[in-house]
């Protein structure tokens, strides 16, 4: 219902019928609006365009029949809802009825219609149209509500998908973060290990440098004290032997500790000299070919005398048989690392005994210098061989020393390929070991040993010394004279070519090699143009890297470092003059 007003449809062929429904309907509801239609098709049409409240149809129409309308009304779901009445004709059979009902008509109404049943049917069909619509309106806002709901959930899905996206891409933003920070950390704690290390780096750095200059100024003091003492032992000695009443038991022995104390700042002197060259990386090897043997003998006899002095024992072990102990190596170096440990054993031992000498163990020579000394504390073994290090300290100092033996004997050893190491029981004495491989030289060199020839084999030669400084030239010219040679003196080079050219007689020249005028290589080389073999002996006060080698390389048969030693003089007199036979 419209507006309040019954809206109604009536489909008849036959327009009196259609007069005679109106004309009951407005008696029964006068308000009601009353539609006609004259075919079903038209009918349909206009309940599609109106949505009356019911459709009367009549069944008998030319074309389609009623029945046929209905099925189309109720089968299209613009109108299927309006409920069809069939006006059938009076007394129409039961079967028509089947027939409607099975059509989809909802009601039947006698043609011509009875006015209350008319009435009461029409108020039946706008009831159940009424209902139809409620249900209808409801299903609508049913559809409605569960559209709206239904975008609203998809809205709320989409949302949700969203926001798990998001989340996925915050959860893998989050583990790249953590990643990340992992790295990070790892890099941070890597970081730190470095910077631990080099703080503890720079912790050791600084203590080696504390502890280097409190071992340098240590040494420095030293120095002093080891420098002056032996200076003043010179001096003070000098002084008395100009004295008049001297006897000759005194002056020898004041010529005695003069020399010792010489000796002792000749030490000191190659000692600095030593170090200054491991410093600098520059140590030389010089190997030659000596007997062990005959070094180790050598050692013995000089330490001896010292030894008994203190009432010490001394004691050489050798393992080789003569004709095995000619070796290849840098004799003068094995000799002084010996020296040190024998002089440190010497030095450090009041009672008891020193034993020294070597083993031959796999290839390899095993030297040992043991005493029954005061010992080394375990935690000093290693210090020992640091440069200026010593026990002792400060200036109540029992021992003397510079603290540079060990540091030295350590570096040479390694140079020769050993190593050192130090054993020892506070108290109780130290042992000091250290190898060498053993390289067996087979043609044992036939040096005469120094001193072994006397002065008359090579009495009556003729001596060139190319010398400027004149002390050294009269130190020269005095042991000459004593062992019967004739002395021709040279102050440069010009003058040493010049005499040499003069003097077909001169057997030997004793070359300087630091001359004012032109190097001592380059006359070298000129007086051997001018007389091939004539034996050429360097002396040089250098003692720098490859002074032997320079020498060497301009000629010289040999090499003397200064402060030239008298037997050591001699012993190279003896080795060229007599070797060499008188000159023709
Ligand atoms: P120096 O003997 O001139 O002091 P070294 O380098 O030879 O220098 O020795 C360093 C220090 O090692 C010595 O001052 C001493 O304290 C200790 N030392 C070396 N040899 C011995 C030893 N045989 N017995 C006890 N201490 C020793």
Known sequence: MKDGKLHLLAIDDNPDNLVTLRALISDAFPSAILETSLTGIQGIQKAIAGDPDMIFLDVLMPGIDGLDICRMIKSDDRISHIPVIILTALGSNRQTRIDALEAGADAFLPKPPDPVELTAQVRAMARLKAAGDMQRDENDQLVSLVRTRTIAIEKELEERRKTEL??????????????????????????????????????????????????KSAFLANMSHEIRTPMNGIIGFSGFLAEPDLNAAERDRFLKIINDNCQQL??????????????AGVVDLESVDFCLNELMDNLYQNYHPRAAAKGLSLSLYKDLECDDCSIANDQSKLRQVLDNLLTNALKFTDRGEIKFGYHLVNSRLQFFVADTGIGIDPANHEAVFNRFWQVETGLARQYGGTGLGLSISRAFIREMGGVIRCDSVPG???????????????????????GSCGPEGIGGKTILVVEDEEYNFEFLRIILLKYHLKTLHAWNGEEAIKIFSGNREIDLVLMDFKLPDIP?????????????????????????????????????????????????????????????GLPG
């Open 266 to 279: 000749l030490h000191i002197v190659s000692d600095i000299i030593d170090i200054s060259k491991i410093e």
């Open 166 to 215: 998001e989340l996925q891409k915050a959860n893998l933003r989050l583990k790249e973060t953590q990643a990340a920070t992992l790295n990070l950390l790892e890099d941070l704690s890597y970081e730190m290990e470095i910077r631990k290390s080099y703080a503890a780096e720079l912790v050791r750095a600084k203590e080696r440098a504390e502890e280097s200059d409190r071992l």
């Open 428 to 450: 109780k004495g130290s042992q000091f070991n250290f190898d060498l491989p053993y390289v067996h030289s087979v043609h044992k060199q036939n040096t005469p040993a120094p």
């Open 520 to 580: 001592g290589q380059e006359v070298t080389r000129r007086l051997l143009e001018l007389r091939r073999g004539v034996p050429v002996i360097a002396t040089t006060a250098y003692a720098m890297t490859g002074d032997r080698e320079k020498a060497v390389n301009a000629g010289c048969i040999d090499y003397l470092q200064k402060p030239i030693r008298v037997e050591e003089l001699v012993g190279l007199l003896n080795k060229y003059l007599v070797r060499k």
